[in-house]
């Protein structure tokens, strides 16, 4: 009875330490010489704002609440798994390190989704300040060559969010 006692406390115990984590919501895109010759042509990246979902406070602090989460997704106009992203806010303001500065794809553990998405702490409160920045979008091939850059507005008027 002593051992079934200490393992359900040492599950609970261990799980409200990690209750709160999200996958990847893209992974880095690497540009490979052995592409080198090859000839990808790469068309205006076209993405679409998906959703925007807000933080907000549901009484628990172990739960991920207070998380915001942006997701884009992108037309199938470039090979999904041999198409990288270079993505830059060029207007506007929005949470530092939630953009990566370096290429990026879709996740792995989305394959078919062809999107990405941006998780910040969006803090836990219910009135939101508003989003409102302009990111643009390069496609990259796999050997670095660039598309035409396509800006995507990322708006969200804040608010209440619950």
Known sequence: MRSILLFITLFLIHNTANACSFAPGYDEFVISPLYKNKNHLLALPK??????????????????????????????????????????????TFETNVIPDYEVMPSRYYPSGNSMSFIWLDGSHNNQESIDFVLQIIAVSPEGGESEPYNLKIYHAGGKSN
């Open 47 to 92: 993405a679409s704002l998906e959703s925007i979902k807000r933080g907000y406070d549901d009484g628990n602090r172990g739960s991920c609440s207070d998380a915001g989460i942006i997701k884009i997704k992108f037309e199938n106009e470039n090979p999904v798994r041999a198409t990288g992203y270079k993505l830059k806010i060029v207007s506007g």
